[in-house]
């Protein structure tokens, strides 16, 4: 149980393209996602915080209008990089409150390469 | 707000030695201590929490333990395996009610020599 699942795994994409990340609880329930963006041998750094059913709400210094973030149903979130550039080139990861539990889960993160 | 120190930042240990990496919190209302490991370039897993209404808990060689008046835990490895190498976050959090969000530590590189 406990299953965090995040599409795609990779991506490379041209400059000012737009990407989407999919991420979905395959087991359980979750009321809140959150998204992070990690740079090699570092932290994680938290980008937003996903409530389903209303806005995300952001962390200090990212861009709600670059980051996307829609959290439609309780097993789904997704993340739309707009208009990329190389700059955002990354690995980000999901993770998936499960209700009820307070733990946390994580996808498998997504590498996005842009060119 | 909360604010995370873990440390060391890297540990070497000899196969069937011990590991112990510690953190410290600053927030008193947070009472929810996960630890996370991150192989190389996949997802952190959560191997072991302790929240904190408990001040130790033992998951087979994992434990951790928790010291609420001094804002610290630790995660303890026994026995330490090559396959224990990774990278280890701890986090904290509030629980219940308005849950927050996890504020994880910059990580310890463990590496275990056969």
């Known amino acids: 149980g406990a299953v965090v699942s995040q599409h795609p795994s990779r991506v490379i994409c041209k400059s000012g393209t737009s990407v989407k990340i999919e991420c979905r609880s395959l087991?359980?329930?979750?009321?809140?996602m959150f998204w992070y963006r990690q740079f090699p041998k570092k932290s994680l750094m938290l980008m937003a915080t996903?409530?389903?059913?209303?806005?995300?709400?952001?962390e200090q210094g990212v861009e709600k209008d670059k980051f996307l973030i829609n959290h439609a149903s309780l097993t789904l979130s997704t993340l739309t990089v707009t208009s990329a550039h190389p700059e955002d080139s990354s690995f980000y990861i999901c993770?998936?409150?499960?209700?009820?539990?307070?733990?946390?889960?994580f996808g498998p993160g997504t590498r996005l390469t842009v060119l | 707000g909360e604010n995370v120190e873990q440390h060391p930042s890297t540990l070497s240990v000899q196969e069937g030695d011990s590991a112990v990496i510690k953190c410290t919190y600053s927030?008193?209302?947070?009472?929810?201590f996960p630890w996370y490991k991150q192989e190389l370039g996949k997802r952190p897993q959560l191997i072991i929490d302790?929240?904190?209404?408990?001040g130790e808990k033992k998951d087979q060689r994992i434990a951790v333990t928790l010291n609420k008046t001094a804002k610290h835990f630790s995660l303890h490895i026994t026995e330490t395996q090559p396959e224990d190498s990774a990278v280890y976050f701890c986090?904290?959090?509030?629980?219940?009610?308005?849950?927050?969000?996890?504020?994880f530590g910059k990580g310890t590189k463990l590496s275990v020599k056969p």
């Open positions: 993770s998936a409150d499960r209700d009820y539990y307070n733990e946390q889960f």
């Open positions: 087991d359980f329930q979750a009321t809140t």
């Open positions: 996903s409530n389903e059913g209303s806005k995300a709400t952001y």
């Open positions: 927030d008193s209302a947070s009472n929810y």
């Open positions: 302790i929240r904190s209404n408990v």
């Open positions: 986090a904290a959090r509030g629980y219940g009610g308005s849950q927050g969000n996890l504020i």
